[in-house]
Structure formats: structure tokens, C-alpha cells
């Protein structure tokens, strides 16, 4: 029967205060790696049970959700969607249920450990399928691209999740080995909120006015409760003019380049983050439309509510590297291996 305890702390002082690090009961403010995996797994899981919705096996899954993701795109991005929503509409149950399946089958692999690996390159190429074709690279190439509206896409930020969650150490037969996200998460991290900044200056965003209109167009599609509050933030936008736009392309930059610094920086890169994607899930995503009958999956606020936990992972990975010679690196505990701060025997 193994038995976890505290590693024995050298001998301190009894006056001296009480050690604050690696203590047992700490509430964990961080995902690692398997932590991510699990997470994308139940994401999966929801987007398999939504493409299941009665409205998705006719020919409206088709008309409303792929075919709009090619409006003013240009022609080598509309082509391919356009292609694809002909395809599916023509075979609207059997496209669906293959969506379905696909992503039913990715959500279980993941929760799986021994099927874990090849789950998650598979979720790669299938998010990049789904970016591609599915959301016509998230409005980027057309100038439509909004962090308010869901930029740069869900499916973007699966792969990128489901890469940062790779397993440490090779395949094998014995417990899945983890640990806290690799360092360079915190640079796509960075360059993911500079390009959401950035995205502020596309044509579409870049005044007051469009930025209004677009929250506006969002509230003649959601419940009446939202709608308000979809309305009173375009009211707000308006008023606002080139002020509220530059909080817009300052505010995501900020919270970016914050992201490759380290310890309160860092962390306070990665609450910043949560806040902006709790209010833009709110404002403008409305929930990710899931009460619509058409929600394909809950769009990019949950998503970089994980990124942000993911990179928290990363402040504890540079804090165990500068722990004292002889700690233990950190291995996921649910693995079977040893994790900082604690011992097995």
C-alpha cells in the first residue's frame, strides 16, 4: 500500500514561521498537462453531444453555421468552405453523425490514458480541418476577425491546447507520465493575445461604430436577457469612440507580452486573461449561443479560461526548476510518479 507524505524539510528554528510551500490541502490554481488533456476531453465531449442537436441533422447545420464562415473571405478560404457546406447539406444526417462520432470518440481517448497520445494528434489534425474549413481560419483573412465575436477561433485554440497537453517521456505500457506545461506555452500564449489586439485594426473592428454594430447583429440572435446586454455594451462602444477601440487593441496586447514574464507578472498575465474571456464570453459570445440548437461547440472564452490555467502550469514548472538540488521534478500524481514536494514508500 503506498503512502504519500511530505518530504522532511531540513531543521528549522522553532520560531521561525511555517513552511508555505508544497503544503498539503493547497487549492491548486493551475492545470499541468494531464489536467489540460482531461479538460479538452469533456470539451470534446460537449462538442459531440451539441452536434447532435435536432437542428444539426438538416440542412440548416449547413446553411447557418459552415456556409457563413465564407462571407466576405477570399476565394482560396470561401472555396473550400462552400465546398464543404454543398457536401454536408446534401448529406446532412450522415455528415452529422459523423461530426458527432469524430468528436465523441476524441473526448473518450483523451479521458483514456493509454489511448491518450494518438487521441491527442489526432485532436490536432482534426482542429486544423475544422479551423481551415469549418470556421475559414476564424475570419482572419477576411478582415472580420473579432476578439468580442470569437477570434481567432475555437478550434485554434483545441490544437494548440491538445499540443500543450502532450505527454511527457515516450509511449509505454506503464502510467501516463505528466507534469506542468512546457515553458513555450507562454509564447503562444503572448502571440495569441498580440494577434487578438492586433485583430482590433482589422477593417471590420478598427471604429466604435463597427464594433457596435457587430455586438448589435449578436443580440438579434441570443434570449432577450442577453440581447440587453449586448445592447447596452454597443450603447457604451458607441460612446466611447476611439477610446474604447484602443482598449480593445492595448488591452490583449498587455496581457500577451505579460505573459512572458515571470512570477506576479505572469500570474497576473494569466487572471487578466480569465477576466477578458469571462467578459467577452458574456459580451458579444453570448454564452457561445448554446441555447441556439446550432452551437457547435461553447466558442473561445472556456478556452481561454484553460489557457490561462495552462499557463499558470507553466509558473509552477520555473518554480520547481528553481527549487533547491535534490527536489524531485514534477510528475503528475494521478500517474503513479513522484511529484514536487512529495515521496513515495
Avoid at 102 to 125: D, N, Y
Amino acid at each position: 500500500m503506498s503512502v504519500v507524505d511530505t518530504v522532511v524539510t531540513p531543521a528549522r528554528s522553532s520560531a521561525g514561521p511555517p513552511p508555505t510551500t508544497a503544503r498539503s490541502g493547497a487549492v491548486r490554481t493551475s492545470l499541468d498537462r494531464r489536467g489540460v488533456r482531461i479538460t479538452l476531453g469533456m470539451l470534446w465531449l460537449l462538442d459531440g453531444l451539441l452536434q447532435l442537436q435536432p437542428a444539426m441533422v438538416t440542412t440548416r447545420f449547413a446553411r447557418q453555421v459552415v456556409a457563413p464562415a465564407a462571407a466576405g473571405q477570399p476565394g482560396w478560404v470561401a472555396w473550400p468552405v462552400l465546398h464543404a457546406a454543398k457536401l454536408v447539406s446534401a448529406h446532412a444526417l450522415a455528415s452529422d453523425l459523423g461530426f458527432a462520432l469524430v468528436q465523441l470518440a476524441l473526448g473518450v481517448f483523451l479521458l483514456v490514458p493509454r489511448t491518450a497520445r494518438p487521441a491527442l494528434a489526432a485532436s490536432v489534425v482534426w482542429a486544423a480541418g475544422v479551423w481551415a474549413v469549418g470556421e475559414g481560419f476564424g475570419g482572419i483573412a477576411g478582415g472580420t476577425a473579432s476578439v468580442l465575436t470569437g477570434a481567432p477561433g475555437a478550434a485554434l485554440l483545441y490544437g494548440i491546447l491538445a499540443i500543450a497537453a502532450w505527454p511527457a517521456g515516450r509511449a509505454g505500457t506503464g502510467p501516463l507520465p505528466s507534469g506542468p506545461v512546457r515553458p513555450w506555452f507562454a509564447g503562444a500564449w503572448a502571440t495569441l493575445w498580440v494577434a487578438l489586439g492586433m485583430s482590433a485594426l482589422l477593417p471590420a473592428n478598427r471604429s466604435a461604430g463597427r464594433v457596435a454594430d457587430q455586438l448589435t447583429q449578436v443580440a438579434g440572435s441570443v434570449p432577450a436577457w442577453l440581447a440587453h446586454v449586448d445592447v447596452v455594451t454597443a450603447a457604451v462602444a458607441r460612446h466611447t469612440g476611439w477610446a474604447g477601440v484602443t482598449v480593445l487593441v492595448m488591452l490583449p496586447m498587455a496581457v500577451g507580452v505579460a505573459g512572458l514574464g515571470r512570477g506576479p507578472v505572469l500570474r497576473l498575465a494569466a487572471w487578466s486573461g480569465i477576466v477578458v474571456a469571462a467578459v467577452t464570453w458574456v459580451v458579444g459570445e453570448s454564452f457561445g449561443q448554446l441555447g441556439s440548437g446550432l452551437a457547435t461547440d461553447p466558442n473561445t472564452g472556456p478556452l481561454l479560461f484553460v489557457a490561462a490555467l495552462a499557463l499558470l502550469g507553466t509558473a509552477d514548472r520555473r518554480r520547481m526548476q528553481g527549487a533547491p538540488t535534490g527536489a524531485d521534478p514534477a510528475v503528475d500524481p494521478g500517474s503513479g510518479h513522484r511529484s514536487a514536494g512529495v515521496a513515495h514508500r
